[in-house]
């Protein structure tokens, strides 16, 4: 099994910057893709944002050109940078891994007031 941590949300203005971090441990060998997910109250889940062993990345529409993923292997961390946020940015946000199905944390939540 693959054990996730995510920490970094908070409450921001629209406009400002969080750094959310995933520190993940366990079976981590085999995970290939690992990515974002967030779900605000009253809406389905959301994919962000996922990446790959080689570094390719994807994002969802709402977020291309304002958050950013990457992964760093020396320390088993996923991170998403996330800049320019705005009040839809609110959620709560899950890292996920996966190897045969996604496995996701607990989540962090994010608030962004305008």
């Known amino acids: 099994q693959v054990q996730l941590v995510e920490s970094g949300g908070g409450l921001v203005q629209a406009g400002e910057s969080l750094r959310l971090s995933c520190a993940a441990s366990?079976?981590?060998?085999?995970?290939?893709?690992m990515g974002w997910s967030r779900q605000a109250p009253g809406k389905l889940r959301e994919v962000v944002a996922n990446?790959?062993?080689?570094?390719?990345?994807n994002y969802a529409n709402s977020v291309k050109g304002r958050f950013t993923i990457s992964r760093s292997s020396a320390n088993n961390t996923l991170y998403l940078q996330m800049n320019s946020l705005k009040p839809e940015d609110t959620a709560v946000y899950y890292c996920?891994?996966?190897?045969?199905?996604?496995?996701w944390g607990q989540g962090t939540q994010v608030t962004v007031s305008s």
């Open positions: 990446i790959d062993t080689r570094g390719s990345t």
């Open positions: 366990g079976s981590i060998f085999s995970v290939n893709t």
């Open positions: 996920g891994a996966f190897r045969s199905s996604w496995a």
